[in-house]
């Protein structure tokens, strides 16, 4: 039990956790990844509009349009967060700044 209490008195310290901090995984925080999630959204709001719109009667054919053009925003905006990411704007790409951040 007293290793157990030594094992995670060393782990949990400040500069462990600094150093953990230090480390880059990846979790998508460049302009590739953000462009890429702000155009998606905007296409699940058309798309989730478009769904209501179309339960209405009279816009059934409007609403179901406008529920598959969200539905093609959402992947053009998958293609357009993949075409930065390859031209230098994703994760540790070349046009990025890296100012330790």
């Known amino acids: 039990m007293a290793s157990e209490t ?3 008195a060393t782990r949990n310290t400040p500069a462990t956790h600094a150093q953990m901090g230090d480390e880059t995984i990846g979790h998508g925080n460049s302009p590739a990844a953000w462009t890429c ?3 998606m959204l905007a296409g ?9 719109l179309a339960s209405t009667p009279g816009n059934f054919d409007f609403g179901t349009l406008l529920f598959w053009g ?3 925003v959402m992947f053009v905006g998958l293609i357009v967060g993949f075409v930065m990411r390859k031209i230098g704007y994703g994760v540790g790409g070349s046009k990025l700044k890296n100012n330790g951040h």
């Not at 699940?44 to 209501?52: D, L, P, R």
């Open 6 to 8: 030594s094992a995670s």
């Open 37 to 39: 999630v702000l155009i």
């Open 44 to 52: 699940a709001a058309i798309a989730s509009f478009a769904y209501i």
């Open 70 to 72: 969200g539905i093609g």
